[in-house]
């Protein structure tokens, strides 16, 4: 697929969109956002006012069918991703869903059959593939800043919000059928995929997932342990009824190590013999900006390439279903 301009629809204009990525297709070169849709029209209106946009929908097949849109954006939970880019799919659209791609890994393959049968690209939106923070521990890896790599440790942990302590409806992040599971796949998703980025894919998974502390049904702890293609080993426990946040992943290698979190904005830091190095970065004020603008280089031809695609998002999915053996 070739586009000189690329023009894009997004359906599901919800709070992800207002400041992640929304704008973003408005500031990047060769690209325009079109086109909106959200079921309540007051708020699919509402936002094309407040975004410059000129066309709102209430209605996803309507955008669908607007012969301006080229390419579609998917910003609704996953429980619905498979069916529109299905949709999109057979549209003739370039589709770009939020993450994680799917509910479980069997949806994410048949989002890729779909658009392999109809000739358009499937990106998704893990944008820390293209984002220069993560790109310097990619940077240091490549470089053999720490040797060999021989293991990676991840800690997440967080507090259970007062919104779930109340009893009162549950965001769907929290509800299986719209999200895949709980916290875990909303949040472990963007670890995992950054894993394979710079360790390249997992191989084999061993997980444990449990309910702990019995706020709601789905997951509230994951531990587990991969190793990837390489040889790397990685260890991984992410639990959301703890006592405080914390956020750190380790890769140690034969000569050093590399400490950086995934959603935090602390240095990173490089640990050797010969003591330690940090790099500190600002987070761009749109955060999916960066991803965004490869996507559109690629789709105009420009001489870039998407680093965010359907079969690592797929690759993500399987892992996030081993470790909590979906």
């Known amino acids: 697929m070739k586009l000189d301009q690329v023009k894009w629809g997004i359906i599901g204009c919800g709070a992800v969109t207002e400041v992640k990525s929304g704008p973003a297709f408005q500031k990047v070169e060769n690209s325009e956002l079109v086109a909106v849709m959200r079921r309540n029209g007051a708020l699919a209106e509402d936002y094309a006012k407040r975004h410059h946009v000129q066309k709102w929908y209430d209605d996803a097949d309507a955008l669908l069918n607007d012969p301006e849109v080229n390419a579609v954006y998917i910003a609704t939970p996953p429980g619905s991703h498979k069916e529109y880019a299905l949709k999109a799919a057979a549209a003739g659209k370039a589709v770009y869903v939020e993450k994680p791609m799917a509910v479980n890994f069997t949806e994410c393959e048949e989002m890729i059959a779909a658009c392999k049968t109809a000739g358009v690209p499937l990106y ?18 490549d470089n053999n800043a720490i040797g060999d790599v021989r293991f990676v440790n991840t800690s997440q942990y967080r507090k259970v919000s007062d919104e779930v302590k109340s009893g009162k409806e549950l965001p769907w992040r ?3 059928a719209l999200s895949g599971g709980g916290l875990f796949f909303d949040l472990a998703s963007h670890t995992l995929d950054m894993l394979d980025f710079l360790l390249g894919p997992i191989k084999d998974v061993q997980g444990i997932a449990s309910n702990q502390a019995g706020y709601y049904k789905a997951e509230d702890i994951v531990t587990g342990t991969y190793q990837f293609h390489s040889g790397v080993h990685g260890v991984g ?8 946040n914390v956020d750190v992943n380790e890769i140690i290698g034969s ?9 935090g904005d602390d240095p990173i830091v490089l640990t050797t013999a010969q003591g330690q190095q ?6 761009p004020e749109h955060v999916q900006q960066p991803l965004i603008t490869t996507i559109v280089e690629e789709l105009t031809g420009k001489g870039g390439t998407s680093p965010s695609t359907g079969a690592n ?14």
């Open 124 to 141: 998704v939106a893990y944008y820390r593939r293209a984002q220069t923070r993560f790109l310097k521990v990619k940077e240091l890896l």
């Open 174 to 176: 929290l509800q299986p």
């Open 237 to 244: 426990s992410w639990c959301f009824s703890a006592f405080e």
């Open 255 to 263: 000569e050093g190590k590399i400490t950086f979190s995934t959603f």
């Open 278 to 283: 940090e790099w500190s970065f600002k987070r």
């Open 313 to 326: 998002g797929a690759r993500t999915n399987w892992v996030l279903d081993a470790l909590a053996k979906q």
